[in-house]
């Protein structure tokens, strides 16, 4: 388990398949996502099998929140193409609960995750993609240090419209070099 204020990240179980279903298909949910199409629970299987079978720093882990004595998941995040030569890899992020939107718990997931990347696995450079019309998860990512570096123009499709894919990075210097609050500890 990896440990921060209010929540916690652990290891998916098969178990974990029919939240990961109803919140893959939550249409406000899918706004920020790739997904477009309805995703059944055989998809997920099928998705849960092809995620398990990649190298364990590829896993996705699931975002608990501590309520009393009981951990909710309420999301899931993961890093993707790792490079293990240049020491970078892709991370995403999803808070599937829309009640638990905007209480700070993406922050702190994104920064356990970051500090994961740098700390334990020894990534260099964290990049992510993020849709224009994602201003809240825009705020965060800025906010925990990352930086704009490109757009791709019209590079996705939704609800009848080209969107503008922003490209952002962080990379070790940077996060070692910053100055921010987001109640998560680093020694
Ligand atoms: C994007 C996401 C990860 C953010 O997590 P969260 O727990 O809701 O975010 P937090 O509560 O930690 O932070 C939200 C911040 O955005 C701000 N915010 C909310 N709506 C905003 C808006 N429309 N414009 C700008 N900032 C906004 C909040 O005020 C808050 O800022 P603060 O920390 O400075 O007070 C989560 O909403 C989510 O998973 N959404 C669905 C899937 C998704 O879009 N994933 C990201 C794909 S790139």
């Keep these: 388990m990896i440990y921060g204020v209010r929540i916690r990240l652990r290891a998916p179980e098969r178990s974990d398949i029919p ?3 109803q919140w893959i298909n939550d249409p406000e949910v899918l706004v920020g996502l790739q997904q477009v199409l309805p995703f059944s629970s055989v998809d997920e ?31 899931s995040m993961g890093f993707h193409n790792i490079d293990w030569r240049i020491r970078q890899a892709e991370i995403g992020i999803m808070i ?11 922050s702190e997931a994104m ?32 906010k925990l240090g990352f930086v704009h570096e490109g757009r791709k123009r019209q590079g996705m499709y939704k609800d ?7 490209m952002m990075s962080i990379l070790r210097s940077e996060w070692e070099g910053r100055d921010i609050r987001t109640g998560v500890e680093h020694e």
Excluded at 55 to 64: Q, T
Excluded at 96 to 105: H, V
Aim: glycine share 8%; proline share 4%.
């Design 111 to 142: 920064e356990l995750m970051i500090a994961h990347g740098f700390k334990t696995l020894n990534f260099n450079r964290i990049a992510l993609e993020v849709y224009e019309t994602n201003p809240r998860a825009i705020h965060v990512y800025e």
């Design 19 to 21: 939240k990961f279903v």
């Design 160 to 166: 009848g419209k080209y969107i503008d894919v922003l």
């Design 45 to 75: 299987e099928n998705w849960f099998d092809s995620m398990i079978s990649r190298p364990m720093a590829e896993h996705i882990l699931v975002i608990e929140y501590s309520l009393g004595d009981k951990w909710i998941p309420i999301g």
């Design 96 to 106: 599937g609960e829309k009640l638990y939107w905007n209480k700070g718990f993406g």
